[in-house]
């Protein structure tokens, strides 16, 4: 599966954004997807998660409340409704995928595929 992630920009503090992610070659629903993020002199940190169907999700505690992961299995995309942003969200976000066959509901800790990341700067 190739991805692809867009809808990064520049936002102030408490602004919102939502990121895309285009998927394109295998069944879409049979894979569970990510958003992780990596700031500048930062190790990669997982973002959020949504398993191939029945919309199970999972996030980091800090984005809790004010990030929202959804998914289209009919378009193959993935999204990330992000709110009242801060500064420390700032990152270069990418989407992930995850060969879940037979597990609709899982969401698995290793994921697989990769896309470029799209940049979020949030100003304060």
């Known amino acids: 599966v190739q991805l692809q992630a867009s809808g990064g920009g520049l936002v102030q503090a408490g602004g919102s954004l939502r990121l895309s992610c285009a998927a394109s070659?295998?069944?879409?629903?049979?894979?569970?997807m990510g958003w992780f993020r990596q700031a500048p002199g930062k190790v990669r940190e997982f973002v959020a998660a949504?398993?191939?169907?029945?919309?199970?999700?999972r996030y980091t505690d800090s984005v809790k409340g004010r990030f929202t992961i959804s998914r289209d299995n009919a378009k193959k995309m993935v999204y990330l409704q992000m709110n009242s942003l801060e500064p420390e969200d700032t990152a270069v976000y990418s989407c992930?995928?995850?060969?879940?066959?037979?597990?609709?509901?899982?969401?698995?800790?290793?994921?697989?595929?990769w896309g470029q990341g799209t940049q979020v700067t949030v100003s304060s």
């Open positions: 992930a995928a995850a060969t879940i066959s037979g597990m609709p509901n899982f969401i698995p800790t290793r994921f697989d595929y």
């Open positions: 070659g295998g069944t879409f629903s049979n894979y569970a």
């Open positions: 949504i398993s191939g169907m029945y919309s199970n999700t």
